[in-house]
């Protein structure tokens, strides 16, 4: 199987290279390849007739896209047109990677993998709109949904409260912002296992269980040495920030389950972080 990522320097992309199982992987990444060419991204996946293409570049800068939603949908939405057409043209499966952002949080349970998107925010506008090109460009793809991603060497949730913690010596964290967190390396597990199936559709991959943030930052802080560092609980209307996410959105893994691809709980997930 020869397998394309795209965004293979990113958090998922640089685990994915190393878990997925395949006689060729080809990353592409900016600066040489750069998802928004509608012409020279095209021509590349299609010449390296992949088998799947596992499509995780994106602008993840959720405030930044709010900043700048022209560059938000042309590289989230275009983007994955563009890889989309490529794989109708070459006969490639796509994974297409996409968020719990696109609910918007207002069940009072957690989102199925058929619950329909309702974005809030231009990243989740911008991100939900790809997964309509994917479905309706391609017969063979994977929507894998997730969330609240981090992973060794990326800049992510975790590694902001450690930093917040060790430079102000107490923090400030949201309770009302719910979800489950995804240690890369599961995700891209799960996503290995999936492409094994042929089994297209849509599917939500987090770690199991649901929490808040504030939660998530207990949690890390006492696993990294830090249990001591005072946290203040405090509420989305107290933390300014340009996106609105949603509030209450676990995404539920009914569907990879039925296949038997399960993810562990975010709590070993975390500890076998910082286990390393
Ligand atoms: N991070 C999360 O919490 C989270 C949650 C839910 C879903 N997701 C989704 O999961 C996927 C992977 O996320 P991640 O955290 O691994 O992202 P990431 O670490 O930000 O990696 C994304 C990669 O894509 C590259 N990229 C950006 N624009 C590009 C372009 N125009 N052409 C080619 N490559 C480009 C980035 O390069 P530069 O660094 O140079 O920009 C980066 O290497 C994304 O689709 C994201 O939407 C992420």
Known sequence: MRIAITGHKGQ???????????????????PEHDITDPVSIVETVTALEPDVV??????????????????????????????????????A?????????VFDGRLDRPYYEWDTPSPRSTYA?????????VRTLLNRFYIVRTAWLYGRGGDNFVTKIMAAADKHGAIRVVTDEVSAP????????????????RHYGIYHFTNG????????????LELSGRAD??????????????????LYAPILNFAGAELGITLRPWQDALQAYFDG
């Open 12 to 30: 998922l992309g640089t685990v994915l290279q190393q878990v997925l199982v395949a006689e060729e992987i080809v990353g592409l990444d900016l």
């Open 54 to 91: 596992v499509h995780t570049a994106a602008m993840t800068n959720v405030d930044g896209c709010e900043q700048n939603p022209d560059l938000a949908f042309r590289v989230n939405t275009l983007g994955s047109q563009n890889i989309a057409l490529a794989c109708s043209r070459c006969g």
């Open 93 to 101: 499966a796509m994974v297409h990677v996409s968020t719990n952002d």
């Open 125 to 133: 506008r911008s991100k939900a709109a790809a997964e309509f090109y």
């Open 182 to 197: 995804t240690y890369a390396p599961d995700l891209a597990e799960a996503i290995g296992q999936l492409i094994k199936t």
């Open 209 to 220: 269980g649901i929490c808040s943030r504030f939660d998530w930052a207990k949690k890390i």
């Open 229 to 246: 560092v005072p946290v203040e609980a405090i509420t989305t209307a107290e933390w300014t920030r340009s996106a609105a996410p949603p």
